[in-house]
């Protein structure tokens, strides 16, 4: 059992270059977040966040996905109010990388769907191979956005949000949404070296990340928001109809 608590069997923690490379290893579901795994994540960020054991932290994925985001399937059988409570699990990603006292970057090695895309936007950075891709289909499927990407995500969010858009690559980096593009070999060592630029030997780096950062005030504002509006989707059953919707589409197609 690892310091940070029980393990969800789908993560996987190394410690490269003095830098916490934490790899979502799901990829028959494409790394989809399941409640355990989402729990763990936050529990990670925090064990490496005081800074003690690592200079930073870089948040990966396995196979073709970054993430697709919130799985489905379990989600599909939560008891009524369930959903809300799904919510504020990926709330407390958030909260936890906001709170850690080194950089936290998100290496996108393909498409980050909905909340796994959302918790991307309150890391300190995001690198991606060409592959990457931000797609946000809450709206499309009758869900609704989380992880304070209310107020994180920028110019982009009518088009990413609304129109459940994919944002491949080359636009996300034009947007802001992707800091870098790296070969997929170079993903991992170009994030590590952007943590190592970072917290360079007598750099105020745990300050300028209390100064850069969103306050936490703000972002539970957002969230709180965010979890009214879940719970009002949830209440009117299209969240739950929209699931089973997109269950039924993807059993219909075979996968």
Do not use: K, Y
């Not at 994925?61 to 489905?72: C, H, I, K, N, V």
């Amino acid at each position: 059992m690892a310091a940070w608590g029980a393990e969800s069997g789908h993560i996987a923690v190394a410690v490269q270059d003095a830098v916490a490379v934490v790899t979502l290893r799901r990829p028959d579901r494409l790394n989809a977040l399941t409640a355990g795994m989402r729990r763990e994540l936050a529990a990670i960020l925090r064990h490496f966040g005081g800074g003690g054991e690592v200079r930073g932290i870089v948040v990966t994925g396995t196979g073709r996905a970054f993430s697709a985001g919130l799985d489905l399937r379990e989600a599909a059988e939560l008891p009524p109010g369930g959903l809300t409570s799904d919510v504020e699990l990926f709330h407390d990603i958030t909260r936890a990388a906001l709170q850690t006292q080194l950089p936290v970057v998100g290496a996108l090695n393909g498409i980050a769907v909905g909340g796994a895309c959302e918790m991307t936007l309150c890391f300190d950075a995001r690198i991606g191979t060409p592959a990457a891709e931000f797609f946000l289909p809450e709206n499309s499927i009758g869900l609704t956005i989380s992880n304070a990407s209310s107020l994180l995500v920028g110019q982009a969010a009518m088009r990413l949000v609304m129109e459940s858009a994919r944002i491949g690559a080359r636009d996300s980096l034009a947007l802001g949404l992707l800091d870098e593009i790296a070969e997929p070999a170079d993903l991992i060592p170009t994030a590590i070296g952007l943590v190592h630029r970072w917290t360079q030997p007598g750099a105020a780096t745990r300050a300028h990340l209390r100064l850069l950062r969103p306050s936490l005030a703000t972002v539970e504002q957002a969230m709180a928001a965010e979890t009214q509006a879940a719970s009002g989707a949830e209440a009117a059953a299209i969240a739950v109809a929209g699931i089973n919707r997109f269950l039924s589409r993807r059993q219909q197609a075979g996968s």
